[in-house]
């Protein structure tokens, strides 16, 4: 299987960088493929999983924030504000988030402060979803 060039910088580190075969990203619209000679193209990033599998056939997870993808020449350049890989989360902040957006959101907002809680809460689903669905194998 062919393989392309894939590179995830989140806000605070260098996430990943390396060969793959396939990546998949949480879009607006559902979620966006990318396998190796894919057509040039730039794409939004919404919270959600995030998944690449590696040259050596293992699938790769994270829960990455909102951001952009740039598929250009073979390579794959994320930037995002947040990337977590499943081990990473810690589920008790996330619940606590959680609990914190739901409340805000019963609460009179502006239209501003509703949308970054809807971000919130966005995030922390992702985060709990999957810390449940793959983190807890180790623990």
Known sequence: MSSFGLRVLSSDRVFFEGRVNMLVLPAPDGEAGILA?????????????MRFQTEDGEWHYAV???????????????LVDTAERPEEIDEKRAQEAL????EELRQKQSIEEYYVTQATLARALSRLKEKNRHGNINN
């Open 37 to 49: 000679h894919h057509a040039d193209m730039v794409i939004a990033v919404q919270n959600g999983e």
């Open 64 to 78: 990455v924030g909102t951001g952009l993808a740039e598929v250009i020449n073979n390579r794959a350049l994320v």
């Open 99 to 102: 609990e914190r957006a739901q």
